[in-house]
């Protein structure tokens, strides 16, 4: 083990050799190993999003066999997704990758204004599949929020016991902020802070925007002159946010996108600080090849060989 993933475990000395242990299978597996940055690929859109809108851009992603090869083949740090796409793909791919449970989901058929999640699997599901970790998404800004925080904080001292990491998808929603204001960096920072707060070893959360949410924060962004004018400045302001960079810190990466302005954005994580990408439907909606391509480049960008 390197140098520096020593550093980032060194971050996590509250936590038993178990968690740890896990979280250094994460860091020194795939295509970046070692290099103390991650691209995990999760597949958790066909509940969230629906089937169609997920997997017919690509049909060979309706198999949940498809995605293990994916994340593979293309060297990833790991592979997330919920209780049934794990279970019918698990006994092929055994040992292969890391996998990390997605332990609650959420449906649009009901697409409320204050979501929250149900529950659909837990630790011993986790542990039976072989998991290095469970996932878990909070809604900052719910009028729910208050229920999903203490549902995360039972399965992460459950999930911790058992030696397995958290990770927590961070999304701000709810009624009180505006469309906009879910990706503001105001708010994304606080999402982040929010998660690391409750426990969290790895935290996902989007890229900020440029807009400043709440009336309090644009007082003291202008009073401190904190900058945030470029992506990586915000990026960079996300990571302070998370324990001043003492917690794992990785970026969605959102619908479906064309490949040079996809490129330009995990150059600004880089050169901001975080530590990676978390890539679903930019993956998985394309074809294998160019799949693989895709995540080539990304991940060269991340370790330094591509500019």
Not at 16 to 23: E, K, M, Q
Not at 162 to 182: F, I, N, Q, T
Not at 264 to 283: K, L, P, Y
Request: aromatic content about 8%; overall charge negative; hydrophobic content about 40%.
């Amino acid at each position: 083990m390197n140098e520096r993933i020593r550093e980032i475990l060194s971050w996590y000395t509250s936590e038993n050799p178990g968690v740890r242990t896990n979280l250094a299978r994460m860091l020194n597996h795939g295509r970046l190993a070692g290099t103390g940055k991650m691209v995990i690929l999760p597949v958790d859109q066909g509940f969230e999003h629906g089937p169609a809108r997920s997997f017919a851009p690509n049909p060979a992603g309706y198999d949940p066999r498809y995605h293990f090869q994916l994340a593979i083949e293309a060297g990833c740090n790991a592979y997330a997704a919920p209780l049934g796409f794990l279970e019918a793909g698990v006994s092929d791919y055994a040992g292969e990758i890391p996998l990390i449970l997605k332990c609650n989901n959420h449906d649009l058929l009901n697409d409320e204004r204050d979501p929250i999640s149900a529950v659909t699997s837990g630790v011993s599901d986790a542990l039976r599949l072989g998991c290095v970790a469970v996932g878990f998404t909070i809604y900052p800004g719910s009028a729910e929020r208050t229920e999903i925080y203490q549902q995360l904080r039972e399965l992460t001292e459950e999930a911790k016991d058992a030696g397995l990491a958290v990770v927590v998808w961070s999304y701000p929603r709810g009624s009180s902020l505006s469309k906009e204001g879910e990706t503001a960096v105001d708010v994304v920072t606080y999402a982040a802070q929010i998660a690391a707060q409750l426990g969290a070893d790895i935290i996902k959360v989007k890229l900020p925007g440029a807009k400043i949410e709440l009336a309090e924060a644009q007082k003291v962004y202008q009073k401190y002159e904190i900058p945030i004018a470029t992506l990586a400045d915000r990026v960079r302001n996300v990571i302070q946010s998370a324990f001043n960079g003492r917690r794992i810190v990785i970026f969605s990466g959102g619908a479906t996108a064309a490949d040079e302005p996809f490129f330009e954005e995990v150059r600004a994580i880089r050169d901001g600080g975080g530590f990676g990408s978390i890539i679903g439907r930019n993956s998985f909606q394309r074809k294998k090849p160019d799949a693989l391509k895709f995540l080539d480049t990304v991940m060269g960008i991340y370790e330094g060989s591509i500019k």
